[in-house]
T-cell receptor
Framework: AQKVTQAQTEISVVEKEDVTLDCVYETRDTTYYLFWYKQPPSGELVFLIRRNSFDEQNEISGRYSWNFQKSTSSFNFTITASQVVDSAVYFC?????????????FGRGTSLIVHP | NAGVTQTPKFQVLKTGQSMTLQCAQD?????MSWYRQDPGMGLRLIHYSVGAGITDQGEVPNGYNVSRSTTEDFPLRLLSAAPSQTSVYFCASRTNYFVANEQYFGPGTRLTVT
């Protein structure tokens, strides 16, 4: 069984604030993949990042950074100096290797509202 | 490349009516799937396909049928619509079943059943 928990339903910040979106997962597999997707108000989901379970290096892409910690089963996403265009629903997802399939399970999403 | 396309964008049905949500991709992806998105529930998998002629059920398959006669197309059929099927439906694809690559999503179909 796999499970992804995004405990923050909605976060509201003012532009230029830093914000962290939490993602906690559960899995018994040693091989798995974690993802973040962004769903802007237009509705279409956009892939942001993929991380495999053997690579705990943090990643930075512009104002976005991701902190993967296997010890706490977390894969948190930080936006530095948030902008109005960051307003969206963000989904964390987990794909396990069990059975040779990688069917992802999504968290319930965190709605981020960035006010000007 | 158009990516993943879905039609229609919006649809209103009466209870008991049937309809087909269309999904097509032009990336030669083997794996395709359908999700529904409801407020506070995230994305839940309805059905998926690992290639032409092969489909399987996801987490919430009841009330939906699928088929995959070509690599490109993966339609979702509602045989007798119910108000509980009011939702936003997303089709997604990725290269294949055995590699955990990212999924590409269509723009969604907003369905209302009255």
């Amino acid at each position: 069984a796999q499970k992804v928990t995004q405990a923050q339903t909605e976060i509201s910040v003012v532009e230029k604030e830093d914000v962290t979106l939490d993602c906690v997962y559960e899995t018994r597999d040693t091989t798995y993949y974690l993802f973040w997707y962004k769903q802007p108000p237009s509705g279409e989901l956009v892939f942001l990042i993929r991380r495999n379970s053997f690579d705990e290096q943090n990643e930075i892409s512009g104002r976005y950074s991701w902190n993967f910690q296997k010890s706490t089963s977390s894969f948190n996403f930080t936006i530095t100096a948030s902008q109005v265009v960051d307003s969206a629903v963000y989904f964390c997802a987990l794909s396990e290797a069990s059975g040779g399939s990688y069917i992802p399970t999504f968290g319930r999403g965190t709605s981020l509202i960035v006010h000007p | 490349n158009a990516g993943v396309t879905q039609t229609p964008k919006f649809q209103v049905l009466k209870t008991g009516q049937s309809m087909t949500l269309q999904c097509a991709q032009d990336m030669n992806h083997e794996y395709m799937s359908w999700y529904r998105q409801d407020p506070g529930m995230g994305l839940r998998l309805i059905h998926y396909s690992v290639g032409a002629g092969i489909t399987d059920q996801g987490e919430v398959p009841n009330g939906y049928n699928v088929s995959r006669s070509t690599t490109e197309d993966f339609p979702l059929r509602l045989l007798s619509a119910a108000p509980s099927q009011t939702s936003v439906y997303f089709c997604a694809s990725r290269t294949n079943y055995f590699v955990a690559n990212e999924q590409y999503f269509g723009p969604g179909t907003r369905l209302t059943v009255t």
